[in-house]
């Protein structure tokens, strides 16, 4: 069974940092492309970050490109995102997801994401 654990959200002051973790099971962690996703209240799921299974390749969307940074530690299974400077309009919840498509690949749309995370609550006060 395929599971996606996100730890490490909170609340933060705008122009702080938190990192996100995200812990998987079940799946070849290893060679699976992850991804970093969030919500904000009414409004649609938005890709942030992905990763591909080595590391190698990193995407980021422009909203929090030069902020955010993807990560991976594939020896403990677990994902990360960096995130600084954060800004109020950063408020969401954050999930994580993971691909099984080529894993060499980093992908950008939800839809190429098979495996998610509950999700973790990121607040940004002003």
């Known amino acids: 069974q395929v599971r996606l654990v996100e730890s490490g959200g909170g609340l933060v002051q705008a122009g702080g940092s938190l990192r996100l973790s995200c812990a998987a099971s079940?799946?070849?962690?290893?060679?699976?492309?992850m991804g970093w996703f969030r919500q904000a209240p009414g409004k649609e799921r938005n890709f942030l970050a992905g990763i591909n299974w080595s590391g190698s390749t990193t995407s980021y969307a422009d909203t929090v490109k030069g902020r955010f940074t993807i990560s991976r530690d594939n020896a403990k299974n677990t994902v990360y995102l960096q995130m600084n400077s954060l800004k109020f309009e950063d408020t969401a919840v954050y999930y994580c997801?993971?691909?099984?498509?080529?894993?060499?690949?980093?992908?950008?749309?939800?839809?190429?994401?098979?495996?998610w995370g509950e999700g973790t609550q990121v607040t940004v006060s002003s």
């Open positions: 997801a993971a691909s099984r498509a080529n894993p060499w690949f980093v992908f950008t749309t939800a839809d190429d994401y098979h495996y």
């Open positions: 079940g799946l070849t962690e290893s060679s699976t492309g």
